[in-house]
């Protein structure tokens, strides 16, 4: 069964930083393409960054410059790397990967 499981959410001041980690079971991580997605209150989920087998990333528009999404095969994580935290930066932010979901954990980050 896989499992991925979201950490790192909190509260944070705008302009801040914070990590979440994704950890994940039951699959062959290093074969996968993972990604983070977030949504907000009242609006659809959205890409957030994705890293493929290689390394090779990709991301929102919104977060370029801002986020970094990495992974740790050793360890069958990947994590993304928040700084400069606006308030729009606000959401449930949810791990992807094998076609499965994780639980999500909360970002919100005050003006």
């Known amino acids: 069964q896989v499992q991925l499981v979201e950490s790192g959410g909190d ?3 705008a ?5 979440l980690s994704c950890s994940t079971s039951g699959l062959i991580f290093i074969r996968n ?3 983070w997605y977030r ?3 009242g609006k659809q989920r959205d890409l957030v ?6 390394g090779g990333t990709n991301y929102a528009d919104s977060v370029k410059g801002r986020f970094t999404i990495s992974r740790d095969n050793a ?9 400069s935290l606006k ?7 949810y791990c992807y ?7 999500g954990t909360l970002v919100t980050v005050s003006s």
């Not at 360890?75 to 700084?83: R, S």
């Not at 990967?97 to 639980?103: A, E, I, L, S, T």
Request: glycine letters at 14%.
């Open 15 to 19: 302009g801040g930083s914070l990590r």
């Open 39 to 41: 949504q907000a209150p």
């Open 49 to 54: 960054a994705t890293i493929t087998r290689g």
């Open 87 to 93: 308030p729009e930066d606000t959401a449930v932010y």
């Open 11 to 13: 509260f944070v001041q």
């Open 75 to 83: 360890k069958n994580t990947v994590y993304l790397q928040m700084n």
């Open 97 to 103: 990967g094998n076609r499965v979901w994780g639980q």
């Open 33 to 35: 393409v993972m990604g």
